[in-house]
C-alpha cells in the first residue's frame, strides 16, 4: 500500500500543478485590471456607433398646454399643442466625419492599451513565477544544509561523551543550526508572499509549478511596443479633434420638417364672429437653414491650436518611446550573453563547492579539520547551489524580457 501512494503521489502533486502559460492564460480571463481594460474598449466602440449615428436624421415629437386669462378674439384660454419634427444636417463642413475618425482612432488606442498592459501582466506572472522557483530551490537547500548541521552535531555530542570534542564545538555548530533555521523560515515567508502574488494577478493557485523554460531567442525581428502604437492613434484622435474644431468656420446646412397641430378652447365670440376662424389647427413647415461663422475673435482657432500642440507633444513623446525601447532591447541582448556566461561560472562553481564539502566533510569526520573549516565548505556549498538555481531561473526572465523589448507577447515563446 505504501508503494503504492509513494508512486501515485507525484502523480497527483503534477495534476495539481499549474504551467507558466496557464498562469498567462487564466490571468488574460480573470484579471480584474485586465477585465476594466476590456470594458474599455466596449466604451471607446460604443463612442464609435454614437458619431456613425450621427449622419441619420433626428426625429423629435413634443407637446405643450397652457391657459391664458385673460383670453380675446384672436387669443383662446386654453391651448393644446402638439408637433412632430424631422432634421437632418445635410453639410457641416466635415465635422461628423472628422468626429468619426477621432472615435475610431480611440477605440484602436483602447485595443492596443489592453494588448500593451497584457503583456505587462505577462511578464510580470514571469518574474514571480521563475522568482518562486529560485526561493522553493533556496529552501530546498537551506532545509539539506539544516538536515546535514543536525547530524553533526549529534555526532560531535557523541565524540563529546567519549571525550573526543569540546561544547565550544557543539555550540559553534549549534548556533550555525539555529541562525540557519531562522534564515530557512524568512526565505519561506518571501515565498509564501510570492505565491499569493502570483495567485492574486492570475486568479489561480501558485504552490505547485511545472518546469517551463522559453524558447532560445533566435532571429527574433523587432517591433514597436503596442504603447507606442496606442500613443500614436492617440495622437490621430487629437488630430480628428482639431480637424472637428476648424470645420465650424464652414457653412453649416440644415434641412428639417415640422408638422404641428393644435387645439383650442374657452375661445371669445364677437357677434357674426367666431375666434377660431382666425386660428391654424396644424401646420407644417420645411425649412432650409444655412449659417457661417463670421467672426469669433479667433476663439476655435486658438482652440484648434491648442489641440494640435497636444498630438506635437505625443507625437514628442512617441520618438522618444522609440528609441528608449530600441536601447533597452539592445541592453536585453547583452544582458543575455552576460547571464550565459555568469551561468557557466555557477555551475563551475556549484561543482567545485560541492567537491570540496565532499573532501572536507569526510576530514571533519576523522578529526582532520576543524569546525570552522566545515561550516565554510558547506556554506559555500549551500550559497554555490543557490546561486546556480537563481541563475537558471534569472536567465529564464532575462528571455522573457528581451522578448518583451522586441515587441512580442513572450507567451508565444513559451516551451
Known sequence: MKILVILILPLFVFAQSHG?????NNANKTNGLIKAKEINIKAKKEQVEAAKSAYWPTVDIGGDYSLLSPNYLVSPGQVGNVYASVSMDLYDGGRKDALLRSRDFEHEASLFEKSAFEKS????????YY????????????????????????RVKKFRGAGLATVEDIDKLTAVYENNNFTLENTKLTLETSEENLQLISGISAKQLKKNYFKEPKNIRFEVFENIKMLQANANAVGENANAINAAYMPQVNISDTYH??????????????????????????????NMRLFDNGKMAKESEAVKYQKLSLLS????????QRMNFKLAGQSLKTTRTKLKSSKSALK???????VIRQKFEVGLVDNIAFLDALAQRTLAYARYKETVYDYEIRKSIYYYYAGKSPKEFIR
Open 317 to 324: 513623446q512617441i520618438d522618444h518611446a522609440k528609441k528608449e
Open 352 to 358: 567545485a563547492a560541492r567537491s570540496t564539502y565532499d
Open 131 to 154: 522568482g518562486i522557483q529560485t526561493l522553493k530551490a533556496t529552501v530546498n537547500a537551506l532545509k539539506e544544509r539544516s538536515n546535514e548541521l543536525k547530524a553533526q552535531i549529534n
Open 20 to 24: 507558466l502559460k496557464t498562469f498567462i
Open 121 to 128: 501582466i505577462t511578464l510580470e506572472i514571469v518574474r514571480h
Open 261 to 290: 397641430r393644435s387645439h383650442f378652447d374657452d375661445l371669445v365670440t364677437a357677434p357674426g364672429i367666431s375666434g377660431g376662424e382666425f386660428l391654424i389647427d396644424h401646420q407644417n413647415k420645411l425649412m432650409v437653414s444655412v
